[in-house]
């Protein structure tokens, strides 16, 4: 081995193994200074001579570590110098203090490429002693420090200025950069001014890709990892605060140092093959390709050709090192090749028997490693039985998840495998981590079909996620990620700045945003002097870009401020508040607003005015200074007094005097701005002047227009607010005045219109037909209404009739009905008579109306005659007067069949398509019941169920047993054969033998009989013998069906009631019947009817 020191052979019998130097030997220190160069290594033996690449020895003096003293003012900016050893890795730089503490780095301090640390503005706090450098060389595990700086920061004894952004580093606005292909880029830009800027970043020609570009130190740094030529264009910082901004321009070139494209391979060759040694590079500039030969140049006999080495036929001795070297002015790099010319016979090097496992899609490799020289040629004959799984596939592969912390998230992982392999292996990862599952820790909870849950995910839970399903013959994978997001991070590091009298500027820092971006910024604020302002409230709402605000303050008030941030998720807790910021007082800026007076007593002012707030007062000592004066006086004089709060009271100062008021505020330190004088007035006294000249014109027969004389205004004594018209209705023009207006609300009988402002007439409405009015007119004020005018009478025109007030009917017979009718409530007039009109509704059909005048007004009852029971009348009633026909009042019904009205105990009523609907039971004495609750324009039936306590009837299913045609055919067919069992009697009696005592018995007992009637009539006053009984009851409960079923609606009957009601001639209009039982009256099996079924129309 030997070692090349630049062009100079180094002794070949020096061998270094390790060097301990100590600094405290200076001859050691200068000896190691001298080796300082360039160096490369050379390997040989029998075979060859291989070679290495450069290597660079840098050696560096000692720093001496004095301490260095620098003073600044308050706001000015700074720069600290670390300038660290030279080195050919550059060192990892560390402010810190003399405790080996870190320096804390935000957006006004920071760090450069260069290691130097620079202030954009100083603060008071920045003062310290122990400024530390330390260079950490990791390679060589050495942290070099550098001497101490120590900083004196002075407060400024003038107000500190702001001052628009200048940039440290780089100098200028614009700066050119060269980076290699696959180094890292780190483009700088350090702002210095007041307020502490912001700094943006742009591309010129193109976006910047947030998966490319890194944003550090606050970011003053733009950094691009493994630099590509996409990467080559132009680039531009912004720094910007409240008084303007800069920019710096970066143009930045890639170029490359040699990099291998097809590198050499060592191989064996026969003696008198042709070697093809193929050494391919690129770079920028494009690299120089030179070979060489054990270290040494190549000869004649080896041609290159595009850098490609070519030996032809070789021989034993071409036996060497080759060595391919590329270069251009970024470096180089350089490649061994070793070629070895021999001849050995071929030989397999494969094992036999070898089983290959794959599955279906896979590729199978059959393996035949050979060795000789000259290369041996392989022929491959192939006898195999192929057994192919399917492959294994994972068929719901984990998405890309947006989880907010707290929840749960599960990553799906269903997969299928062939059946004939055992079971698979599962594993997920996280970040390339393997996840292991635990029973004691139910944080990961994995599942046989392959899916994982999360429990109660994190933000360091965000990650990209994998699994892997593995068996004995293939694995497959698949991956998605989690991206945890939250509210974000509350802001920090609260400062104050920029403090005036009125405006403070509050800066922040932002929190995390926690995978969601901040939109907006919320900044709240606290004042302790002010009881009402003494919790956090709400002051602004600023964009996300937005890092600073002034704040404007009121004077004499302490406040304190906090931030918060808003993302998607929600908003952040608050910041830590900032400190307390204290205002000086000052006078007043502001008067009370909304001086008026609100006086009561005829001889006093009362004046008051809108309260200011408590942080209004801007000082000690505040109140309210009042001054006043008469608005038409003699005196120009003011006078003043003060209160602490509203009102303030002027006494003695007449009825309704006008004066000039003003209040203004006062503190401690002087008075507010000067008011604006008002006009206010003393108490105000009711009026002493009544309206002249009322008159009233009839406009229509219940409108008239009342006009009047105004009053003087020196009269009202006060603010004239309208007049008000009293309106008296003395009654009806009729003799029945006194028992009428009695009846009638005193709401109706006396009205007051308000009339308000300067008017002076005044339409009334709404005045009741046919009545006597009295009217009268009064001024009023705040205080009250003065003396009414003279009473003015008038009358209204007779109209027509309001409504009856009632309609019912009854019906006497089945031909019969009696309406009966309640005079109207509001006749309007005198009534002159009655109209009744009537008819039968046919629905689509126009039907004839009937007419009956009623020329008696006095007359409340109406019988009409004649009707037909099979018909449902609809009745019009409408009073009459002189004026006209009044509102008619309608009513729908039918004549009964025996006369009279059924009981209605209980009630059944539903809408068509709709279900039975119950109502209360009601006693059998009642006549009438009312349903509430009915929808207009809907069709209701309505059943009626009579029943006692023992039993109840309903309506059974009607049959052909109990239709008219059915039940007469039956008649005739009883009759016919009763009439032959008589004519087969009587043709038996006279011509067969009967007992003569039987017979003598029968004429007793038929002389006994006509006791009482020569021809043996009935005679319902009879009683009834034993024979007789079932007679008596038939009639008894014939006549009782009639009575019960005496209704005007749809009757509907069982056999018995069936068959009455077909000789009786009311029949169901439809044509229908309903079949019930009937049987003997008993407790248990009372004689009821059966229920009776209505039909109502809304």
């Not at 947006?402 to 292996?425: E, M, N, S």
């Not at 007035?681 to 000249?693: N, T, V």
């Not at 067919?973 to 009696?989: F, G, H, T």
Request: hydrophobic share 30%.
């Amino acid at each position: 081995m030997s070692v090349v020191q630049g062009s100079e052979l180094l002794s070949t019998t020096v061998r270094v193994c390790c060097v301990f130097l100590s600094p405290s030997v200076p001859e050691v220190k200068e000896e190691l200074r001298s080796y300082q160069g360039s160096y490369r290594c050379y390997v040989a033996n029998e075979l060859g001579t291989a070679v290495s690449d450069l290597a660079h020895l840098i050696t560096e003096r000692e720093s001496l570590l004095k301490q260095k003293t620098r003073s600044f003012e308050e706001g000015e900016s700074a720069v600290l110098y670390c300038n660290p050893p030279k080195s050919s890795v550059t060192p990892k730089i560390h402010w810190m203090d003399i405790q080996l503490r870190h320096i804390p780095l935000n957006e006004r301090v920071t760090t450069s490429l260069d290691g130097n640390l620079y202030f954009a503005n100083l603060i008071v706090n920045d003062s310290r002693e122990d400024y530390t450098c330390n260079a950490h060389y990791i390679s060589a595990s050495v942290i070099l420090p550098k001497e101490r700086i120590s900083i004196s920061v002075t407060p400024s004894n003038s107000v500190v200025k702001n001052r628009r952004p200048q940039l440290q580093k780089p100098a200028g606005s614009h700066s050119s950069y060269l980076v290699l292909r696959g180094q890292t880029l780190t483009l700088e830009c350090i702002p210095e001014g007041l307020p502490t800027p912001e700094v943006q970043w742009e591309r010129m020609d193109s976006p910047l890709s947030p998966e490319r570009v890194r944003m550090l130190k606050y970011k003053r740094w733009l950094q691009i990892e493994s630099v590509s030529e996409a990467d080559d264009g132009e680039y531009t910082c912004t720094a910007q605060n409240s008084q303007g901004s800069v920019k710096h321009h970066y143009s930045v070139t890639v170029e490359a140092a040699p990099y291998w494209t097809r590198r050499p391979e060592d191989h064996l060759y026969a003696p008198g093959e042709t070697v093809r040694l193929d050494c391919q590079a690129e770079g920028i500039p494009t690299p120089n390709i030179t070979w060489s030969i054990n270290g040494t140049d190549s000869d004649s006999r080896r041609h290159v050709s595009s850098g490609t080495l070519i030996l032809t036929d070789v021989q034993y001795s071409d036996t060497a090192v080759y060595q391919c070297e590329a270069t251009n002015k970024h470096g180089n790099i350089l490649v061994n090749t070793r070629v070895h010319v021999v001849e050995l016979p071929p030989q397999i090097l494969t094992a036999d028997g070898l089983v290959y496992k794959a599955t279906e899609g896979q590729t199978a490799l059959l393996q035949c490693h050979t060795f000789g020289s000259p290369q041996p040629k392989v022929d491959c004959e192939c006898r195999f039985m192929l057994l192919s799984p399917d492959r294994t596939k994972i068929v719901d592969p984990p998405q890309d998840l947006r989880v907010l912390r707290g929840d749960d998230a599960v990553l799906q992982c269903k997969y299928t495998v062939d059946h004939k392999l055992k079971q698979p292996t599962i594993q997920w990862k996280k970040d390339k981590h393997k996840i292991t599952s635990s029973a004691n820790d139910d944080k990961y909870s994995e599942y046989t079909d392959g899916s994982l849950k999360i429990t109660d995910v994190q933000m360091e839970d965000s990650g990209i996620y994998s699994c892997e399903i593995s068996t004995k013959l293939d694995s497959v994978s698949a991956t998605g990620s989690i991206t945890v997001q939250d509210k974000p991070g509350s802001p920090h590091s609260l400062g104050l700045s920029e403090k005036k009298d009125r405006s403070v500027t509050l800066s922040w820092m932002p929190g995390a945003e926690n995978n969601s971006p901040v939109s907006e910024y919320v900044i709240e604020r606290k004042e302790e002097q002010n009881p009402e302002k003494g919790r956090w409230e709400e002051y602004r709402r600023v964009p996300q870009d937005i890092r600073h605000l002034e704040i404007h303050l009121q004077p004499y008030s302490t406040y304190h401020f906090r931030v918060r941030a808003v993302n998607g998720i929600g908003m952040s807790e608050p910041s830590p508040p900032s400190d307390s910021y204290s205002t000086p007082a000052a006078k007043p800026d502001m008067n009370p607003e909304n001086v008026t007076t609100v006086s009561t007593d005829s001889n006093s002012m009362v004046i008051t005015w809108q309260e200011l707030e408590q942080r209004q007062f801007n000082g000690p000592g505040f109140k309210y200074k009042i001054y006043w004066r008469q608005a038409s006086g003699s005196s120009p004089h003011w006078k003043e007094s003060s209160a602490s709060n509203p009102p303030f009271i002027v006494n003695g100062t007449g009825t309704f005097i006008p004066f000039e008021i003003k209040v203004q505020a006062v503190n401690e330190l002087g008075v507010g701005p000067e008011p604006d004088a008002e006009i206010g007035y003393s108490g105000e006294d009711l009026p002493l002047e009544a309206p002249s000249e009322v008159a009233v014109t009839e406009l229509n027969k219940t409108t008239v227009l009342v006009r009047w004389s105004p009053v003087s205004m020196e009269s009202v004594r006060g603010h004239l607010l309208g007049y008000k018209i009293h309106l008296r209705k003395k009654g009806p023009r009729t003799h029945s005045r006194k028992s009428l207006l009695m009846q009638e609300p005193a709401a109706d009988r006396n009205r007051v219109i308000v009339v308000h402002g300067n008017k002076v007439e005044m339409v009334v409405s709404d005045l009741q037909f046919y009545s006597n009015y009295t009217l009268t007119v009064a001024p009023f004020n705040s205080k009250g209404e003065g003396p009414h005018s003279k009473a003015y009478h008038f009358s209204t025109p007779e109209g027509a009739p309001g409504p009856v007030s009632f309609l019912t009917f009854e019906s006497p017979s089945e031909t019969e009905m009696t309406l009966r009718w309640g005079a109207p409530n509001k006749p309007n007039g005198v009534l002159t008579g009655y109209l009744l009109q009537y008819y039968e509704p046919v629905p689509g059909i126009s039907s004839e109306q009937l007419m009956e005048s009623i020329n008696l007004p006095l007359d409340t009852e109406f019988t009409l005659k004649g009707l037909n029971p099979q018909i449902q009348y609809h009745f019009m009633l409408r009073a009459l007067t002189a004026a006209g026909d009044g509102e008619p009042i309608e009513i729908e019904g039918a004549t009964l069949l025996d006369g009279g009205e059924t009981a209605q105990p209980k009630f059944q009523h539903f809408p068509l398509c709709g279900e039975w609907e119950e109502s209360e039971k009601v006693n059998s004495s009642q006549a009438f019941y009312q349903l509430q609750g009915l929808t207009p324009g809907v069709q209701y039936h309505l059943k009626i169920h009579p029943g006692n306590n023992s039993w109840v009837f309903k309506t059974l299913p009607s049959s052909f047993a109990t239709q008219g045609w059915f039940i007469g055919l039956i008649s005739a067919m009883v009759l016919l054969l009763l009439v032959m069992l008589i004519l087969c009697y009587i043709k038996k009696s006279k011509g067969g033998k009967y007992s003569v005592k039987e017979n003598e018995e029968d004429q007793v007992n038929g002389a006994h009989t006509k006791k009482d009637g020569e021809f043996g009539e009935y005679n319902d006053n009879e009683k009834c013998s034993t024979n007789q009984q079932s007679v008596c009851e038939s009639k008894s409960s014939s006549n009782d069906s009639l009575a019960d079923y005496g209704d005007s609606v749809d009757i509907q009957f069982n056999e018995d009631g069936s068959f009455i009601g077909q000789y009786s001639g009311r029949r169901d209009p439809n044509g229908h019947a309903t079949h019930g039982s009937s049987g003997a009256t008993s407790p248990v099996n009372p004689n009821m009817p059966p229920p009776i079924e209505l039909r109502l129309i809304l």
